[in-house]
């Protein structure tokens, strides 16, 4: 309640009152299993945290928008009277702005507006900030507005801003689990078919921690389009020899062993990776829906390493932090999570070894870097909602 109080107070001193507000929110996330598969068409394994966006607005009468973001203080004002662009000054803007564009190429007719946002997910950090942004903007636009666009098609939306508007090629997974997250249970999408099943996260003693390392990643540049288009590659000469191939999601290791000789060693390396952290979701859901939490510790240490060694977006801080964290006493599994290059990790932990873990780890990290690591222990939140 008190969110929706200082968003009022903020978005009264920007735009004179805060008269007739609606506020959304919508979560960051931190995937647990299942990186760079979802634009595979593979499998990922995603839970909403408990660090969001909060967005509040409200209709104008005219073809006026504004949009406030109340951490950079800072205020864009464009007309919709013309073709709504990019803002490489104001680039925080441009998330919000490419989910209006996304709407109106979608048929949507959107009248001029005053939205006002903060949020506490850190950004370059690998939990989403900018899909929760992206899905905190829609979700509260639709209502605003009126329009009825339903939540599967709102994903995809808002992926096309990401994609066509910002310029980042990102997969699904975030603006999946931002909206249709639920309390109490990560979500195993198959991103092929979007098809969703939510799975209760029973880890009885043990928590997931969420440890940023400090190092920001930025993924709008060049690394992250390098890999899909390693996978790609991949992908033709698989199907050039096994014409069911439409995606890695299609092969398995020996159809990538019998193609080795024709692929350059990392296109061979990026497959490997995709094929077998799809065999690792899959092995995952199983071992969590038993009760195995052991065996889910082991996928996730193999996930970092094949996400280490064979697709290479890890960096040699996030490598210590997740060396320190499996080292520690009641750590069962650790991983770099999100996009990578820096970011953050995510840890099975028994809730009895979460303080030794921020005496130990942090100032270990501490002493090898000289980086700061910030500790966040969190449930599985619900995904977007309208708040008041
Ligand atoms: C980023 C992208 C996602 C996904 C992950 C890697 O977070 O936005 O679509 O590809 O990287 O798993």
Request: glycine share 8%; proline share 3%.
């Amino acid at each position: 309640m008190d969110r929706i109080i200082s968003l009022k107070q903020a978005f009264s001193q920007v735009f004179g009152d805060g008269d007739g507000l609606t506020v959304a929110r919508a979560p960051g996330r931190v995937n647990l299993i299942g990186e760079h598969t979802d634009y595979n068409d593979g499998f990922v394994f995603p839970m909403a945290i408990n660090m969001d966006i909060v967005i509040g607005g409200r209709k104008r009468p005219d073809q006026l928008v504004r949009i406030h973001s109340i951490d950079y203080q800072r205020t864009v004002e464009f007309s919709l009277a013309q073709p709504i662009t990019n803002d490489d000054e104001e680039s925080w803007s441009n998330y919000p702005r490419g989910v209006l564009w996304a709407m109106q190429e979608a048929g949507v007719h959107l009248s001029g507006m005053e939205l006002a946002f903060f949020g506490t997910i850190p950004q370059g950090s690998g939990l989403s900030s900018s899909a929760a942004l992206e899905v905190a903007t829609a979700v509260l636009v639709q209502r605003l507005i009126g329009s009825t666009i339903p939540r599967p098609e709102l994903v995809l939306l808002c992926q096309k801003a990401e994609n066509d508007f910002v310029g980042m090629k990102c997969g699904i997974m975030d603006q999946f689990i931002s909206v249709l997250g639920q309390k109490d249970h990560a979500l195993f999408v198959d991103c092929r078919t979007l098809a969703y099943e939510r799975i209760p996260l029973e880890l009885g003693d043990y928590r997931i921690l969420v440890c940023h390392s400090g190092v920001k990643h930025s993924l709008v540049d060049s690394e992250y389009n390098r890999r899909r288009q390693e996978c790609e590659t991949g992908v033709a000469i698989l199907a050039a020899k096994y014409p069911a191939v439409k995606a890695l999601r299609d092969a398995d290791l020996a159809m990538l062993s019998a193609c080795q000789d024709r692929m350059d060693p990392v296109v061979y390396e990026r497959c490997h990776h995709v094929i077998t952290e799809n065999a690792r979701v899959l092995k995952s859901i199983k071992a969590l829906k038993a009760g195995d939490l052991v065996t889910f510790g082991q996928l996730l240490n193999q996930s970092h390493a094949s996400l280490r060694d064979d697709y290479e977006v890890s960096c040699p801080e996030v490598d210590l932090l997740v060396e320190l964290a499996q080292e520690s006493h009641g750590v069962l599994g650790a991983r770099i999570t999100g996009g990578g290059f820096g970011g953050c990790t995510v840890n099975l932990i028994h809730v009895d070894a979460v303080e030794a873990f921020k005496e130990r780890v942090v100032p270990a990290y501490r002493e090898k870097t000289g980086l700061e690591a910030q500790v966040y222990v969190s449930t599985a939140a619900n995904g977007a909602e309208i708040l008041n």
